[in-house]
């Protein structure tokens, strides 16, 4: 008979159409402002513009979740590690 494990951390890698949780909420959070704007402007144009800005929000997200690695501005580690209390004096000679 086979075994599985119960896998704990599946809301790190929880999907919700293409995305990661955290930016799936911030879509949903973009969706209903604009359809506050939307229920409240009078203007086509302004509804033109409010779904493509959403489209274009998901297009961006999807991109970024696809590509983690262009927001990574340092090194994962630092070069040195120490357990030494850093302070502000530099002791070496110009």
């Not at 911030?26 to 969706?31: D, R, T």
Request: without cysteine.
């Amino acid at each position: 008979m086979k075994r599985f494990e119960v896998y704990k951390n599946i809301r790190k890698r929880a999907v919700i159409f293409g995305l990661s949780i955290s930016l799936f909420a911030l879509m949903m959070v973009s969706i209903l402002a604009s359809l506050l704007i939307i229920i409240f402007s009078f203007s086509f144009a302004i509804i033109i513009g409010v779904l493509v800005l959403n489209a274009s929000l998901f297009v961006v997200l999807t991109w970024i979740t696809h590509n983690p690695q262009i927001f990574q501005m340092t090194n994962a580690f630092p070069k040195i590690l120490s357990n030494k209390k850093t302070s502000g004096f530099d002791y070496e000679q110009d």
